[in-house]
């Protein structure tokens, strides 16, 4: 089964193996809001996959070397 290429360059597997991604919804118009929530924004999120969905979306993504 193939990877699906634009779910995998979302995220981000850290060394450990946690997957983490951007929070939605920040890339523009955010002049209006708060401080507290852009910055709330500006963190990432680890997210939980299930074993199937981390097979099917993200088999072929390395860990990153950072």
């Known amino acids: 089964m ?5 779910f995998t360059k979302r995220l981000k597997i850290t060394r450990r193996g946690k997957v983490v991604a951007r929070k939605p919804g920040q890339n523009h118009f955010n ?3 708060s401080r507290g ?5 500006r963190r990432s999120q680890n997210i939980v ?3 199937k969905v981390s097979q099917r979306y993200i088999t072929t993504a390395s860990p990153s070397r950072n």
Do not use: F, V
Not at 2 to 6: A, F, G, P, Q
């Open 37 to 41: 929530s852009q910055m709330a924004r």
């Open 2 to 6: 193939k990877t699906n290429k634009s």
């Open 31 to 33: 002049a209006k809001e």
């Open 49 to 51: 996959l299930t074993k």
